[in-house]
T-cell receptor
């Protein structure tokens, strides 16, 4: 079965700094989702990537899917306290069986 | 408000008991998904229903069951509860497959088994 590994597991950055979170799949990705979760709350959809080399941005957050479609990176520019939370990547099953499998998440803390 | 409603928000119960978690999907969505989130396991897919029928099953224990009713709301039943069942349970919905906008998640039910 497909597995997603996120790195780092946890990240502490100074406000204003840039950061990158990675998501690596054990198999080819057919649809890669990025979600953000505030601690103890629901998940908020950020963006979805489908094509190799595709890059999307949402405010100061940019995500990219590599050409081989087995890794995605999420980059935050000039981090703010509002960026704190858990970032999860998720992937559709190889057989397009609808369910999304998620990585364990990256916990991001922003220091003022 | 995401449009997906989960009740209750918090639940504290004793081991061996049975509880029911309820989910109302976003208007127009036919698919409902249940996930369990714990610190060590992350977000684990439990089960999916589409328009009243079970479509996919994940790591759902035999003590757990779910159903989707004609009005499309769904219930997740957890029985013979154990301490390890303490977790956040999320419901999510989508029109059909996740598509370019993924699922819409509810705010979750935090279950504590004591």
């Amino acid at each position: 079965s497909q597995e997603l590994e996120q790195s780092p597991q946890s990240l502490i950055v100074q406000e204003g700094k840039n950061l990158t979170i990675n998501c690596t799949s054990s198999k080819t990705l057919y649809g890669l989702y990025w979600y953000k979760q505030k601690y103890g709350e629901g998940l908020i959809f950020l963006m979805m990537l489908q094509k190799g080399g595709e890059e999307k941005s949402h405010e100061k957050i940019t995500a990219k899917l590599d050409e081989k479609k087995q890794q995605s990176s999420l980059h935050i520019t000039a981090s703010q306290p509002s960026h704190a939370g858990i970032y999860l990547c998720g992937a559709e099953g190889m057989n397009r069986d609808d369910k999304i499998i998620f990585g364990k998440g990256t916990r991001l803390h922003i220091l003022p | 408000d995401s449009g997906v409603t989960q009740t209750p928000k918090h639940l504290i119960t004793a081991t061996g008991q049975r509880v029911t978690l309820r989910c109302s999907p976003r208007s127009g969505d036919l698919s409902v998904y249940w996930y369990q989130q714990s610190l060590d396991q992350g977000l684990q897919f439990l089960i999916q229903y589409y328009n009243g029928e079970e479509r996919a099953k994940g790591n759902i224990l035999e003590r757990f069951s779910a159903q989707q009713f004609p009005d499309l709301h769904s219930e997740l039943n957890l029985s013979s509860l154990e301490l390890g069942d303490s977790a956040l349970y999320f419901c999510a919905s989508s029109v059909d497959d996740p598509g370019p906008y993924g699922y819409t998640f509810g705010s979750g039910t935090r279950l504590t088994v004591v």
